[in-house]
Structure formats: C-alpha cells, structure tokens
C-alpha cells in the first residue's frame, strides 16, 4: 500500500469551498450550467435523450477522442485517452511510468497532485525552483543543472499553478531539447494551456516529442470542473500502460459525459471567448487593486491562467490569515502552505466580477486590521 500524504490543496477545499460568498482562491473561471452548456454547443434534449448508459469505451468514447484528436493532437486519435479530470490522467501517467527510486524533476511551488503522488511512489523529487524574487519566471539553465541520464520525468505545469508563469515559445524549445538529451519523459501539464493573455497558447509537446505525455482539461478554461472530464496525450504504448491501470480504478467515463464533452470540445472557441473576457478584465482589477494596498500585498501579473501568488508582507502567519478571513468574512483564499511556499496565498480571479469585487473589498479590510496594533 502506497502511502499518500495529506492532500493539504483538496482538504482545504473542503473546509471552505461550500462555506463562503466569494471565492477568490480558485484556479477556473466561473461554472458554467448544463443550459449555458446546451446552448454554447447546440446540444439537443433529443441526443441528450438518445444516449444509452451502456460501458462506453476504455480509452474514451470514439467521438470524444476525435473531438479531442482534431484540436489538441494533430488529429491523431490513437494517442488520445479520455479520463475522470486531469488528476486521473496524472494518477494513470505515474503509475504507468514511474517505479520507487525513479529521479524525478518537479517544478516548486507546484499543483500539489503532480508532486505527490511522485513522493508517495517512493521517487527520489529534484525540484526546479521558480523563486518570487525573478517574477516565478523559469530558470532554463537550472533546469539543465537538474537534468541528467539519471532523470526518468521532469513534470512541468504551464501556465502554472500558482503563479501564473509560463514559458516564451523559446523556452519551451530549450525545455524540449534539455529533457530529449537526456532521453527522459515529459509531463507536461497544460491544464490552462487555453488561457493566455499576451501570447497564443503554447504548441503541444506530445506533438513533437515521442516521450513527452501532455495533459488537458475541461475544468478551468472551460468552467466545467463538475463534468471531470480531462485527457491524457501520448503515445499508443503508454496508454496501454495506463489502461492496465484503469482497469483497476474507473474502467471508462459515462456515455452522458462523454457527448457533452465531445460537443464542447467542437464548441471551444465560442465557450472560451466569454471566459476569457471575464478572466482578462478581472485580472485587470486585481492589478490595480493591488496598487492601491500601500505595498501590504505584492503579486507578479500573472501571464496565464486565472490564478497568482501573491505575497502578504505584514501578515506573520498567513495560513491563521487565511482561516480567519474565510470564517469571518466569508471569503476563501488559498495559504501558500498548501504549495510549500508560507508567506503566499493563491489568489483566483476567473469567477464572477461580484465576488472578485466583495472578494477584495472583505480582503483589503483584513489586511488593514492586521496592519492595525490592536488597541489596548
Ligand atoms: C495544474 C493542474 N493540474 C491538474 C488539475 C486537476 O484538475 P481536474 O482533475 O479537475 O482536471 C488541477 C486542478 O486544480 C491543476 O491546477
């Protein structure tokens, strides 16, 4: 039996998630509903009403995987697996790949998932460190430092979760070169991959690089997080690895599912241009209300993805902060201490405007009164 440390992210979750009025700790844009689903996509009651709850196939229905073959993969379905969330694909991918003593290169701070089941295994985790000092941005030369003919996996997330940094097209094609010399595996997590601001999204390496294994979602650029449904691509041989361990675990995701996701999917852009408005005038209003906190919270301007990981500079336990800010105001944030990293909180601004703006407001009143010596 694998021993699996709290997972200090999911349980925070739970106390909070359902128990505030503003989220702001988040890492999607607002949910959609099934309605809002319907009409984006153009799915009839009719076909919703045609599908038969029989088993649906082991690696994903054959019109969910063309649907993400066509947009994602180069068309190419047989590298396509369809599973519960992209926290099953990496599960799959781990467990596939990975054996006790494996030297594995881990972004830090990083979605704690991809780190911990990696530890749980009983791999040796070299981290690759972004540091709040140069803006979380990369460092490639110490990535090359790290990697070896001793590494087996470097695990990368772009854009990242937490801080929302992420890699030039350049950077991305030195990260390819250093880890195919040392003939490693890639994970390469691209849970926002659809979610950019001043670039286009990144290409996907599992296109280019035979080893490298990509991973995608419907639940963050898509507002979807309540469909699980996510992706796996890679090459055919290593989904038959992955299968051998999902025969274990979930089999096969339910036909309902799986047409709703193929009709998303072929919907993309039209879903992703409302949230993206909404993301790219949020993160805007984070911007310069950070401004106006007289330097109590800092943050680097997050380049993707709906989340950043700001800095409170006059709040000495800032996990005590988080708490009391959620139990006494209402409002949720994520503490730095669910990603390694004390000192920070994961601030989300994909939701409504109204709760990012109650959010902040609740927010910048804590901040004040932890400013404040209480009066004797
Ligand atoms: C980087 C990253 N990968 C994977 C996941 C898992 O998401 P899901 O299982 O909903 O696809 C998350 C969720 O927060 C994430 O941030």
Not at 32 to 41: K, Y
Not at 45 to 72: I, N
Not at 155 to 168: I, K, R, Y
Request: hydrophobic letters at 45%.
């Amino acid at each position: 039996m694998l021993s699996y440390p709290p997972a200090l992210l999911e349980e925070w979750m739970r106390l909070y998630y359902f128990a505030v009025d503003a989220d702001i700790g988040s890492s999607g844009v607002s949910d959609s509903s099934l309605a809002d689903v319907r009409a984006l996509a153009g799915i009839g009651t009719d076909e919703m009403d045609a599908v038969v709850f029989h088993d649906s196939q082991t690696l994903g229905g054959t019109g969910v995987r063309r649907a993400v073959a066509r947009r994602w993969a180069g068309g190419d379905a047989d590298r396509v697996m369809v599973t519960h969330g992209s926290t099953e694909a990496i599960f799959l991918v781990m467990n596939a790949l990975l054996r006790a003593g494996d030297e594995v290169v881990v972004l830090d701070p990083v979605y704690p998932g991809l780190g911990d089941v990696v530890r749980a295994m009983g791999c040796r985790l070299r981290p690759w460190t972004l540091s709040a000092a140069s803006g979380w941005r990369p460092d490639l030369d110490e990535l090359a430092a790290l990697v070896s003919e001793r590494t087996r996996m470097v695990v990368v997330n772009f854009p990242h979760n937490p801080t929302g940094a992420t890699l030039t097209p350049g950077e991305q094609d030195a990260l390819l070169s250093i880890v195919e010399r040392a003939g490693a595996w890639l994970l390469w997590d691209g849970a926002f991959a659809d979610l950019t601001y001043d670039a286009p999204p990144l290409p996907d390496p599992a296109t280019r690089y035979d080893r490298a294994v990509s991973l995608g979602t419907l639940s963050k650029a898509y507002g979807l997080p309540g469909l699980r449904v996510g992706w796996c691509l890679a090459a055919p041989q290593v989904l038959e690895r992955m299968t051998r361990v999902r025969d274990y675990t979930t089999l096969h995701l339910s036909p309902l599912v799986e047409l709703i996701a193929e009709r998303v999917i072929d919907a993309a852009d039209r879903v992703l241009v409302g949230k993206h408005a909404i993301a790219r005038r949020n993160r805007q209003a984070v911007q310069r209300w950070m401004d106006e906190q007289g330097g109590a919270i800092t943050w680097t301007l997050p380049a993707g993805g709906v989340c950043g990981f700001p800095r409170l500079h006059e709040v000495p336990d800032v996990e005590a902060f988080c708490h009391a800010l959620a139990r006494e105001q209402r409002v949720m944030l994520v503490p730095g201490t669910c990603f390694g990293t004390p000192g920070h909180v994961r601030l989300g601004f994909g939701g409504s405007g109204a709760a990012l703006e109650t959010g902040l407001e609740r927010l910048a009143g804590a901040l004040r009164a932890a400013r404040t010596p209480a009066l004797v």
